[in-house]
């Protein structure tokens, strides 16, 4: 029995070692946080220009002379569109001041670059108005 006490002393040895606990496994360290997302930044385009240019204007009575028909083209010479137009005509007396106004509808709301419009109203033939004044104004 002699011989047999190393080998039963190196089996408990043995099992007492699987029996115990190993210690926990060390934690991984933190992931690095993530790479920030590379920022671009688009250039700023600056807003495009509206130029109303008003040519052909006629000024034509009509036969009995109670009124006149005032008509005349919008050019956009602009590099955008317009989105509103709104034409007012005053009439204007010898001392510039002004005697009768009305609003002429443009043909188009929206005229493109290089693009025109129409408008045409028809107002009271007045003996004291001696020039018409034009505006056009658009967004």
């Known amino acids: 029995m002699r011989n047999l006490r190393p080998w039963v002393v190196g089996i408990f040895v043995c099992l007492a070692s699987a ?3 190993s210690p926990a496994p060390r934690p991984l360290p933190p992931a690095p946080p993530p ?6 930044e688009s250039p700023l385009v600056a807003p495009g220009q509206i130029e109303l ?6 000024e034509a009575p009509s036969p009995d ?6 008509t005349g083209r919008l050019i956009n010479g602009g590099d ?6 709104a034409v007012t005509i005053d009439g204007r007396d010898a001392n510039d001041a002004v005697v ?3 609003k002429a509808a443009p043909s188009s709301d929206t005229i493109p670059p290089d693009g025109t419009a129409t408008f045409s109203v028809t107002v009271e033939n007045r003996p004291d108005v001696v020039r ?3 505006e056009a104004l658009a967004r």
């Open 80 to 85: 955008r569109t317009t989105r509103a137009v």
């Open 35 to 40: 790479t920030p997302a590379e920022l671009h």
């Open 132 to 134: 018409y004044h034009v």
């Open 65 to 70: 002379k109670k009124t006149v028909t005032l």
């Open 100 to 102: 009768l106004s009305a």
């Open 53 to 58: 240019e008003i040519t052909d204007w006629h």
């Open 19 to 21: 029996c115990t606990r």
